[in-house]
């Protein structure tokens, strides 16, 4: 499953081009932040997400 929008990345890499395994890589960065996020919140007993849990 995606999860970044690869039109906004390409937007912010600016003149620089990238593969198909790097928006692949950046998916599963993106997939393992945010997991790690859930277990943060989950551990100090929310349900909301805050910028600190990344």
Do not use: P, Q, W
Not at 31 to 49: D, F, H, M, V
């Amino acid at each position: 499953m995606a999860y970044v929008v690869k039109s906004a990345v390409r937007e912010l890499l600016k003149g620089m081009r990238a593969s198909d395994d790097f928006f692949k890589a950046l998916d599963a960065v993106v997939a393992a932040s945010c997991k790690k996020a859930i277990e943060r919140a989950k551990g100090n007993g929310r349900k909301t997400l805050r910028g600190i849990d990344l």
